[in-house]
């Protein structure tokens, strides 16, 4: 099993994301950590921990950083609805997930501590991953790679050129994609034809436990419209991890923009290498939508 950390804000897709990586047979889920995200770190960390209460998983969670580095906190609410996860009305856990230790340095303890490296895989905007490099950087030696959700290689959602995960922590990003590790980014140009429709949603409902939670969740998931779609974007770094093969990856220099006046928050991705840095991630360009699905209905089906 390859031994994994998430770094995560949920967030419905981030609800799906888990829930496929949780139950996955491939995957050894170490640690949960929370960051502020599309809501408020109280609120993603008490997500995640109803989260796990449903899928009965005693994974521990260790809560991260409550604002980005620089920016001021901006939220995902018109997406994920007030409380991040709005829609399904949950059990309230019978016990704490909390462990007593901030995200960082619960990260820091379980990578010194495994004796194969770690794959990070951080699904919200990167604050703790950037405070982690930055306080711990002998972290970096066993760390196997970070597969993250972020970024566009054109268009954005929550600006111009910006994807969320990024602009929410422009700087943390940017600490990131310069750490010389060996980094995937999952970002909008997949997460955009990672697409659940109607009749898919509609199978969930009565699949299992999760699946009727999962349902619920999306009749709310940008407002309750599903006619175009609704884009599992989180997910879309976990079938990086398990199916790699559904993906076209382009591997190139990456940098994040802090200060354009209209594109602050941005990747920039220099295919054509003009600006002659060596590359530092490989990028995933395209997905195969169908092998997704198929992946995605397959997966959720060995859940709770
Ligand atoms: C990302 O932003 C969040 O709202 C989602 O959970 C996902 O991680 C997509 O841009
Ligand atoms: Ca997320």
Same mark, same amino acid.
């Given at each position: 099993?390859?031994?994994?950390?998430? $770094?995560?804000?949920p967030g419905i897709d981030d609800a799906v994301a888990l829930a496929i990586?949780?139950?996955?047979?491939?995957?050894?889920?170490?640690? #949960?950590?929370?960051?502020?995200?599309n809501v408020?770190?109280?609120k993603?960390?008490y997500n995640a921990?109803r989260l796990l209460e449903l899928f009965?998983? $005693?994974?521990?969670?260790?809560?991260?950083?409550?604002?980005?580095? &620089?920016?001021?906190?901006?939220?995902?609410t018109?997406v994920h609805g007030d409380s991040g996860m709005g829609g399904y009305e949950f059990a309230e856990?019978?016990?704490?997930?909390? &462990?007593?230790?901030?995200?960082?340095?619960?990260?820091?303890?379980?990578?010194?501590?495994?004796?194969?490296? &770690?794959?990070?895989?951080?699904?919200?905007?990167?604050?703790?991953?950037?405070?982690?490099?930055?306080?711990?950087?002998?972290?970096?030696?066993?760390?196997? +790679? #970070?597969?993250?959700?972020?970024?566009?290689?054109?268009?954005?959602?929550?600006?111009?050129?910006?994807?969320?995960?990024? %602009?929410?922590?422009? +700087?943390?990003?940017?600490?990131?994609?310069?750490?010389?590790?060996?980094?995937?980014?999952?970002?909008? $140009?997949?997460?955009?034809?990672?697409?659940v429709y109607p009749e898919d949603s509609q199978k969930l409902k009565d699949m299992n436990k999760t699946g009727s939670m999962i349902y619920q969740l999306f009749q709310r998931y940008r407002g309750g419209s599903m006619k175009?779609g609704l884009k599992m974007?989180d997910s879309?770094? #976990?079938?990086?991890?398990?199916?790699?093969?559904?993906?076209?990856?382009?591997?190139? %220099?990456?940098? #994040?923009?802090?200060?354009?006046?209209?594109?602050?928050?941005?990747?920039?991705?220099?295919?054509?290498?003009?600006?002659?840095?060596?590359?530092?991630?490989?990028?995933?360009?395209?997905? $195969?939508?169908?092998?997704?699905?198929?992946?995605f209905m397959?997966?959720l089906a060995?859940c709770n």
């Open positions: 099993k390859r031994p994994i950390i998430i $770094d995560t804000d990586a949780l139950f996955s047979e491939e995957l050894d889920v170490r640690l #949960i950590t929370t960051v502020a995200g408020g770190l109280d993603v960390t921990e009965q998983k $005693d994974i521990p969670v260790a809560m991260g950083a409550s604002e980005p580095l &620089i920016k001021k906190r901006i939220e995902a018109n856990p019978t016990k704490s997930y909390l &462990i007593n230790e901030n995200a960082v340095n619960a990260m820091r303890r379980v990578i010194m501590e495994s004796k194969e490296p &770690i794959t990070l895989v951080p699904i919200g905007p990167l604050t703790n991953i950037a405070l982690l490099l930055k306080m711990y950087p002998e972290v970096k030696e066993n760390i196997a +790679e #970070i597969v993250l959700m972020g970024g566009s290689t054109g268009r954005g959602n929550a600006g111009v050129m910006a994807e969320y995960n990024i %602009f929410a922590d422009p +700087e943390a990003a940017k600490i990131v994609f310069s750490s010389k590790l060996p980094l995937v980014m999952v970002g909008l $140009d997949v997460g955009w034809k990672a697409l175009t974007y879309c770094a #976990i079938a990086y991890l398990l199916k790699p093969e559904m993906f076209t990856v382009e591997e190139t %220099f990456v940098d #994040i923009e802090l200060n354009g006046s209209m594109t602050a928050g941005c990747t920039v991705v220099d295919f054509k290498g003009y600006l002659g840095q060596e590359n530092n991630a490989k990028v995933c360009t395209d997905i $195969d939508p169908d092998m997704f699905k198929t992946w397959e997966s060995k």
